[in-house]
C-alpha cells in the first residue's frame, strides 16, 4: 500500500513536470508566432510611411516624417494589446530606442553569428526571461540594411548632405550611420509579461 502510494505520487510529480514543461513551450512557441505577426505589422506600416514621404518629399522630408512618426506609429500598434514591440539597435539613431541591458546581449550575439556567417534574415532569439524585474516572454530579430536604407544610414557618400543636416538637426547623438548593405542596423524586440 504504502509502495503504492508513494509510486503514484512520484509518476503524478513526473507527470506533472512533463506537463509545466510542455505547456511552457507551447506558449513560448504560440508567442514567438504572435511576435512575427506584430513584426510585419509594424514592418509594414513603417516602410508604407516611409514610402509616402520619399515620394511626396524626397528623403529630405522623410527624415521629419520619421522623426514624428515612427514613435507614435509604433505607440498605435502597442495599444491594448499584450504583446508590446520596439526597434532597437547598437549604433541607435533616436536614444528613446536604445537597447536594454538583455537587448544589448541579443545584439552582440547576433553580431557574432552574422560574422560567422549566418544569414542576418535567419536570426531570431526567443527567451523566457526578465523586462524591467519582471518574467516575460522576449522575442528579437534582427533587421538587415537594404539597399532603400542607405540614404540615411550610410556612409557620408551614400547620405545627400541635405539629408544630413536634416538628421543632424532631428538627432544630434545619431550613431546610426556608416552601414553597409547586409549589415545589421538593429532589430525589432517583442515582449509579454506573464506574471
Ligand atoms: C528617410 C530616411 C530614412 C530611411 C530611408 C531609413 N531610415 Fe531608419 N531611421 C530614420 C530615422 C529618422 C530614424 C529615427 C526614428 C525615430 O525617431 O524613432 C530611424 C530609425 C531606425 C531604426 C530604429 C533604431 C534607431 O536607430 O533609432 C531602425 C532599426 C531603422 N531605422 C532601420 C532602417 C532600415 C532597415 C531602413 C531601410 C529599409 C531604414 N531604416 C531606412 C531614417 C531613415
Known sequence: MKFYSASLLISTVVLCLACTVQATDQDLQRFSQHSQEKIKTLAGALKQTLVASMQAGGPTAAVATCNLQAAAITAGINLDTELQIKRTSLKYRNPANQPDAWERDILQKF??????????????????????????????????????CLTCHGSDSDIPPTVSEHIQKYYPQDQARGYALGDIRGAFSVWQTIE
Do not use: C, F, N, W
Open 111 to 148: 553580431s557574432q553569428q552574422a560574422a560567422s556567417g549566418v544569414a542576418v534574415s535567419q536570426l531570431v532569439h526567443t527567451e523566457k526571461t526578465l523586462k524591467d524585474g519582471q518574467t516575460a516572454y522576449r522575442l528579437m530579430r534582427a533587421i538587415p540594411v537594404g539597399p532603400a
